[in-house]
T-cell receptor, first 109, second 112 residues
Framework: EDKVVQSPLSLVVHEGDTVTLNCSYE??????LLWYKQEKKAPTFLFML????IEKKSGRLSSILDKKELFSILNITATQTGDSAVYLC?????????FGQGTRLTINP | KAGVTQTPRYLIKTRGQQVTLSCSPI?????VSWYQQTPGQGLQFLFE???????NKGNFPGRFSGRQFSNSRSEMNVSTLELGDSALYLC???????????FGSGTRLTVV
């Protein structure tokens, strides 16, 4: 059964800090790895990493995929209070997403 | 374009009752999947529908069921509610899996 594990589960930092969120996976048929941000209710899509697209960047957020070591990281630089959220990593299996437990990130002013 | 719409947004039910939740996908999306989110278990897959057919089902008891209509709208039903069913229920639609999942804002179900 596909498995996705995120760490840490919770992280508290000060505004302006840089954070790194981790996601490791064990899946039978790798397709891609997805990152979502969940602030209140609806997870919103951040990045999709695939075998042909192992690095993505959008503003202060960036993510890389290591297919050999089976993990991905999400970096956020110069954090802002608006970055406070739960960050979810997921693998799209057969007709479903398998999620990690999520990392709850809190940015203190 | 309109996003994924879930109704109702909040529900309070009593143990033993049943509940029906609704999800309207993005226009043109034919795949609708449902997830249960709790603090202890995180996001867990319930089931997925495509063109009115259930293609995959998660490890939930038979009290959890769903269906999809010809216009791709989907409903999920939980019968004989238990306290442990209290959760945020999220629906996601996709034009084709495994890409392009968009989530609705969810229905917060509280069982008392």
């Amino acid at each position: 059964e596909d498995k996705v594990v995120q760490s840490p589960l919770s992280l508290v930092v000060h505004e302006g800090d840089t954070v790194t969120l981790n996601c490791s996976y064990e899946v039978t048929n790798f397709r891609s790895l997805l990152w979502y941000k969940q602030e209140k209710k609806a997870p919103t899509f951040l990045f999709m990493l695939t075998s042909s697209g192992i690095e993505k960047k959008s503003g202060r957020l960036s993510s890389i995929l290591d297919k050999k070591e089976l993990f991905s990281i999400l970096n956020i630089t110069a954090t802002q209070t608006g970055d406070s959220a739960v960050y979810l990593c997921a693998h799209p299996g057969a007709q479903k997403l398998v999620f990690g437990q999520g990392t709850r990130l809190t940015i203190n002013p | 374009k309109a996003g994924v719409t879930q109704t109702p947004r909040y529900l309070i039910k009593t143990r033993g009752q049943q509940v029906t939740l609704s999800c309207s996908p993005i226009s043109g999306h034919r795949s609708v999947s449902w997830y249960q989110q709790t603090p202890g278990q995180g996001l867990q897959f319930l089931f997925e529908y495509f063109s009115e057919t259930q293609r995959n089902k998660g490890n939930f008891p038979g009290r959890f069921s769903g269906r999809q209509f010809s216009n791709s709208r989907s409903e999920m039903n939980v019968s004989t509610l238990e306290l442990g069913d209290s959760a945020l229920y999220l629906c996601a639609s996709s034009p084709r899996e495994p890409y392009g999942y968009t989530f609705g804002s969810g229905t917060r179900l509280t069982v008392v």
